[in-house]
Nanobody
Framework: QVQVVESGGGLVQAGGSLRLSCLAS????????VGWYRQPPGKERELVARLDGGDTTTYEDPVKGRFTIARDSAWNTVYLQMNSLQSQDTAVYYC?????????????WGRGTQVTVSS
């Protein structure tokens, strides 16, 4: 099992920055990738950024050039640096660790961290 905990959310003014952290513990090995997702109020959960096992990063259009995903050397912590925040970035942010187990990928999610951007 992998336990995932997100932190770093909070209230910030538009134009400000936050850095989210995703801490994984337990059987953290055979990582396929890690994704940061968000769920705005009243909307579906959506992918924001992803880091694959080869350290290739992908970003969704709304956050390109503003958000950066990175990890520590041991894959224990994955960060999401968020700059130039906008009110549209208000959401609960979730982290998804994708782990290879017995020939398939298992997803381990945290409970999320709230980000609120005031205009």
């Amino acid at each position: 099992q992998v336990q995932v905990v997100e932190s770093g959310g909070g209230l910030v003014q538009a134009g400000g920055s936050l850095r989210l952290s995703c801490l994984a513990s337990g059987e953290v090995h055979n990582i396929n990738g890690v994704g940061w997702y968000r769920q705005p109020p009243g909307k579906e959960r959506e992918l924001v950024a992803r880091l694959d096992g080869g350290d290739t990063t992908t970003y969704e259009d709304p956050v390109k050039g503003r958000f950066t995903i990175a990890r520590d050397s041991a894959w224990n912590t994955v960060y999401l640096q968020m700059n130039s925040l906008q009110s549209q970035d208000t959401a609960v942010y979730y982290c998804d660790f994708e782990v290879w187990r017995r020939g398939g990928i298992v997803h381990f999610w945290g409970r999320g961290t709230q980000v609120t951007v005031s205009s």
